[in-house]
């Protein structure tokens, strides 16, 4: 099936600074991505859709000039948190739709901010 | 408000055991997926059901939807070890763009061998 690699897996950095996680589609090209925080023991919670070529669409309430997504080719989608705060530690994690309307999801990346 | 409510929110089975898990939803749909996740890692995609459909199977996994009720169930059956994990439901709402997935809260799933 096809593979969404996201790196890093987990990054750990100073309150303050800003951190880019990178989504890659390994096999297909995907115009659209999609970026979702969890927290512990919790749901994901879609944070914006990435599309290639254009402006991300973020969802109600987060926002776009704290989580920079770029959508630069049709294999990469990147999320940059910016400033980040102890708050916004989690788990984000990237999805590619596949051609049935299925999700392939990365294996996540987990962000602690001291 | 999440779009999906799911129950149990745990659940504790011995191996070889069927297990059975429920998701809600409020609004109307496309369809409806079921994914399942282990610990701190990515998700993966196990079954879609369409709107106008009523039932699916795929291996061990049997999903139903009830529009009329708007819920669906999982039901994993001769369960192993290596079934422990969480499981979310997740809708595509009717008039949604392709993709856009709303996730509900998860059951966490414990196989005990």
């Known amino acids: 099936g096809a593979v969404v690699s996201q790196h890093p897996s987990w990054v750990i950095c100073k309150s303050g600074t800003s951190v880019k996680i990178e989504c890659r589609s390994l096999d297909f090209q995907a115009t659209t991505m999609f970026w979702y925080r969890q927290f512990p023991k919790q749901s994901l919670m879609l944070m914006a859709t990435?599309?290639?070529?254009?402006?991300?669409?973020?969802e109600q309430g987060v926002e776009k000039d704290k989580f920079l997504i770029n959508h630069a080719s049709l294999t990469l989608s990147t999320l940059t948190v910016t400033s980040a705060h102890p708050e916004d530690s989690s788990f984000y994690i990237c999805s590619a739709p596949g051609a049935t309307d299925t999700q392939y999801f990365g294996p996540g990346t987990r962000l602690t901010v001291l | 408000s999440q779009q999906g409510e799911e129950d149990p929110q745990a659940l504790s089975i011995q191996e070889g055991e069927n297990a059975t898990m429920n998701c809600s939803y409020k609004?109307?749909?496309?369809?409806l997926q079921w994914y399942r996740q282990n610990s701190g890692r990515g998700l993966v995609h196990l079954i879609l059901?369409?709107?106008?459909?009523r039932e699916k199977h795929s291996g061990r996994l049997r999903v139903t939807l009830d529009t009329s009720k708007k819920s669906s169930s999982l039901l994993i059956t001769a369960s192993r070890a290596a079934d422990t994990a969480s499981y979310f439901c997740a809708t595509r709402r009717g008039g949604t763009s392709y993709g856009k997935l709303t996730f509900g809260q998860g059951t966490i799933l414990t196989v005990h061998p």
């Open positions: 609004t109307s749909i496309n369809n």
């Open positions: 059901i369409r709107s106008n459909e």
């Open positions: 990435s599309n290639e070529g254009s402006k991300a669409t973020y």
